[in-house]
T-cell receptor
Framework: NAGVTQTPKFQVLKTGQSMTLQCAQD?????MSWYRQDPGMGLRLIHY???????DQGEVPNGYNVSRSTTEDFPLRLLSAAPSQTSVYFC?????????????FGSGTQLSVL | EDQVTQSPEALRLQEGESSSLNCSYT??????LFWYRQDPGKGPEFLFT???AGEEKEKERLKATLTKKESFLHITAPKPEDSATYLC?????????????????FGQGTILTVHP
């Protein structure tokens, strides 16, 4: 089992560019989410999904879009990259939407915006 | 606003030197408290979930305990391979929005280094 797969692992963008961070899970998990991790800040929730076709905002959603057309995939789109979006991004999934127990995380995408 | 504070920020131990990491929280109506381990360049990996005061869980050299206001992660006779960042998170069902999902609030983590 691959678990949660994120691509790319590293990315450098210029201010104003757009890109999509990919996330896929092969565990048939209902719940998927995106976090960003910044030094001294802890993990902060960007967007989450409780099933295909259902998404909602987390703590820091501005500047990001998501969609969930299939159970497996949950891409994160940066519409117009800003230096404040320089961070490490993690995708995570869990079996169902009623609890966050046993979140499975991907290995992360390190994004730098110049 | 829910707050989760972990201490110390960094901890350096000698192999075999037992110690504890602290996670204090202010959320009321706690649904669950979670401990994760994160190795450099990797995503967090689930360790434990605690649900009620007095609960304890163990895994190898790690033991997690929970009171009404804080949790401790006790490390007994640590080895260099225990070196990692340990993250604490709490789940508050009041942040559920339109679903039964409860948002996780993470602490900033404790960086543990165990020297041989």
């Amino acid at each position: 089992n691959a678990g949660v797969t994120q691509t790319p692992k590293f990315q450098v963008l210029k201010t104003g560019q757009s890109m999509t961070l990919q996330c896929a899970q092969d565990m048939n998990h209902e719940y998927m989410s995106w976090y960003r991790q910044d030094p001294g800040m802890g993990l902060r929730l960007i967007h989450y999904s409780v099933g295909a076709g259902i998404t909602d905002q987390g703590e820091v959603p501005n500047g990001y879009n998501v969609s969930r057309s299939t159970t497996e995939d949950f891409p994160l789109r940066l519409l117009s990259a800003a230096p404040s979006q320089t961070s490490v991004y993690f995708c995570a999934s869990s079996r169902d939407s009623s609890t966050n127990e046993k979140l499975f995380f991907g290995s992360g995408t390190q994004l730098s915006v110049l | 606003e829910d707050q989760v504070t972990q201490s110390p920020e960094a901890l350096r131990l000698q192999e075999g030197e037992s110690s504890s990491l602290n996670c204090s929280y202010t959320v009321s109506g706690l649904r669950g408290l979670f401990w994760y381990r994160q190795d450099p360049g990797k995503g967090p990996e689930f360790l434990f979930t605690l649900y009620s005061a007095g609960e304890e869980k163990e895994k190898e050299r790690l033991k997690a305990t929970l009171t009404k206001k804080e949790s401790f992660l006790h490390i007994t006779a640590p080895k260099p391979e225990d070196s990692a960042t340990y993250l604490c998170a709490v789940q508050d069902p009041r942040n559920a929005g339109g679903t039964s999902y409860g948002k996780l609030t993470f602490g900033q983590g404790t960086i543990l280094t165990v020297h041989p």
